[in-house]
């Protein structure tokens, strides 16, 4: 049976990572600096540790008189473009700490496989229709946040520990990803969580305020796939970054209409000044898709799944 430790297993992508894992048949230890918001691990060991500090990540790898086989390292110092324009310090501190200490502790230790989660953001802005970018094309880099240029300099820095260790990296640039169990409200919530929470809150015929005009193009990736992308990236042979995200690209308007036709309700939007970030991104699943992965989940189905969920949270902070 294999030993993973899955960091960042407080929130949300590593939370459905486990789950996934679990059904898997591995042994699975969590890390985070703080317990699940939304629901209860489903790790064999739950260990609540800073990974800014050298010796927790130590800790954190530690099995008895051996290593972890395997690691997935998804913390962060994380949230949606809100957060990512006013907390551009502790993002350049805090996530670079974790992996400066992660990887090379990892390393160190002879840890034999390392899965890292970047972003879509060390791409530069583009327009849409823009060609297609490959993995490759993101250098010469020109990200449009610091979120983006630590997610770089963290890929590189992992790239020069696997090539004189030895240790075997595996690197995901995850597109906007969303579903249940994620932050959905208090300024880190990404895009969909926040357009839920909106619609979910807004009283028939009401107006809900979005950043931006509208036009800006995404593709979001429904937590599941994004999963079944981390687990079929770990186990391929697949060197170097790897784009994973849904190919269908939307608007932000049209994002908006997919909530609003999930939730039945009518309402105005009214377009306000707001970090909404790049124009559009559009990059090659080339690579990723040789290991057979697909999006499973158009963005409909997966709003269908989280909306109930966000509208369920709502209600709940509105008893309580
Ligand atoms: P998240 O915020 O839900 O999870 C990150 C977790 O890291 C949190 O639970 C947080 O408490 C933990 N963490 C932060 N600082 C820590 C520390 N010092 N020690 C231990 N744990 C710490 O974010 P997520 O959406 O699940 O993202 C997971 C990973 O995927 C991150 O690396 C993120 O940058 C990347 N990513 C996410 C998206 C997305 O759309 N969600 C897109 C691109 C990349």
Redesign the pocket.
């Known amino acids: 049976m294999k030993r993973t430790l899955v ?2 297993a ?5 939370g459905h990572l486990i789950e996934r894992l679990k059904k898997e048949g591995y042994w699975v230890r969590g ?4 317990a699940h918001e939304f629901r209860d691990t489903f790790a064999d060991e739950f260990l609540l ?4 500090e050298p010796e927790a990540c130590r800790q954190a790898l530690t099995l008895g008189d051996s290593v972890i086989d395997e690691v997935y390292q ?6 949606g473009m809100g957060f990512i324009h006013s907390a551009e310090c502790e993002i350049m501190h ?1 996530s670079i700490l ?1 992996n400066v200490h992660m990887t090379h502790h990892a390393a160190e230790m002879g840890v034999p496989r390392y899965f890292y ?5 060390v791409y530069p802005d583009m327009q849409p229709g823009d060609p297609e970018m490959t993995e490759v094309q993101a250098i010469p880099a020109n990200p449009d946040n610091e979120y983006g240029w630590e ?1 770089l300099y963290s890929e590189r820095m992992l790239q020069a520990y696997a090539r004189r260790y030895g240790m075997t990296v595996r690197i995901a640039r ?5 579903g249940p169990y ?2 959905w409200t208090g300024g ?1 919530e ?1 895009a969909p969580a926040a357009i839920c929470r909106k619609v979910a809150e807004v009283a028939e015929g009401g107006t809900i305020p979005v950043w931006g005009n509208g036009t800006a193009v995404r593709s979001y990736t429904f937590v599941h796939d994004m999963v079944d992308g981390i687990r079929r990236l770990m186990d391929s042979d697949l060197e170097g970054p790897v784009n994973i995200g849904n190919p269908e690209y939307v608007t932000v308007k049209e994002l908006v209409d997919t909530v609003a036709a999930v939730s039945g309700k009518r309402f105005q939007i009214e377009w306000v000044e707001g970090p909404v970030g790049v124009q559009s991104r559009n990059f090659s699943n080339e690579r990723i898709y040789s290991t057979g992965w697909r999006a499973r989940y158009p963005l409909a189905a997966g709003i269908a799944l989280t909306y109930p969920w966000i509208e369920e949270q709502v209600r709940s902070a509105r008893q309580a």
């Open positions: 960091c960042g407080g929130g949300f992508i590593a890390v985070d600096i703080k540790l800073d990974l800014r998804l913390a962060a110092d994380m949230g805090n974790i989660s970047s972003s879509a953001c997610k995850f597109q906007n990803c969303y994620g932050t880190r990404k």
